[in-house]
């Protein structure tokens, strides 16, 4: 009898110290995001779209780039037999099919080609100067929302911690922790979403801009390899 009267103390004992346990409560990512009120929602709101028009930047600019990087590898050697043969008309064709960068810098040498060799030089950097704009649109906002982005997460804080001072002023000094919790998660989580858009931001545009200068490289050395054949003897 007394082991059943002992068993049933255990029981009840535990039973005490668990509900004495405070019970710990997770917080999903939603929840972080959506507890700083409306001010706090409205700037992640607004991050959250220069996060997805970064990306859409990033892809659309990242595809044009790619597109532009590619080029059959004898296209100069095909270019020159045309040229050396005489075919100005068939080099011409060449270029306008091929459609890339590289392919209307050299139409456009092609179609100086009889003029003073400074003057099909110069038709080429204006040609490339082209290119090159084409290449770098839009790729500058990326560059921008790399700075916004921060610069938003940061004024989040700075109205978190408004919001935080002014509970504890109108509380008179008896103001609880959970008051605050509405402030602190303001700033906090601006902070955070803030400086996120500003690293993938600035990741991509530099992604972006190492792959134009690669671009820019080919369309230079085929520039130069079109400007050594015209210059070299009958």
């Not at 929840?31 to 991050?47: D, F, K, R, Y």
């Not at 996060?51 to 044009?64: D, G, T």
């Not at 038709?123 to 490339?128: Q, S």
């Amino acid at each position: 009898m007394s082991l059943f009267l002992q068993a049933d103390s255990l029981a009840v004992a535990n039973e005490v110290l668990t509900e004495d346990q405070p019970v710990e409560k997770t917080l999903s990512i939603w929840e972080l995001l959506t507890s700083g009120g409306i001010g706090g929602q409205a700037i992640i709101l607004v991050l959250f779209i220069l996060m997805f028009f970064a990306l859409f930047l990033y892809f659309e600019r990242l595809m044009a780039i790619n597109k532009a990087s590619k080029i059959d590898a004898n296209f100069m050697n095909n270019i020159k037999m045309n040229i050396m043969s005489g075919k100005i008309d068939s080099a011409k064709m060449l270029c306008a099919q091929t459609n890339s960068p590289v392919a209307r810098l050299i139409e456009k040498g092609i179609s100086r080609i009889g003029k003073p060799l400074e003057d099909i030089n110069t038709a080429i950097e204006n040609a490339g100067n082209l290119e090159l704009y084409k290449l770098e649109k839009n790729t500058s906002m990326l560059a921008t929302i790399s700075g916004a982005g921060p610069m938003i997460g940061f004024l989040g804080t700075v109205l978190g911690m408004i919001l935080a001072f002014h509970k504890m002023a109108s509380g008179g000094g008896q103001i609880e922790v959970g008051a605050l919790a509405e402030g602190i998660y303001t700033a906090m989580t601006t902070t955070v979403v803030g400086l996120i858009v500003g690293i993938v931001a600035y990741i991509g545009y530099n992604h972006l801009v190492v792959k134009t200068n690669k671009v820019v490289n080919q369309m230079e050395a085929n520039a130069v390899e079109f400007l050594d054949l015209l210059n070299e003897p009958v």
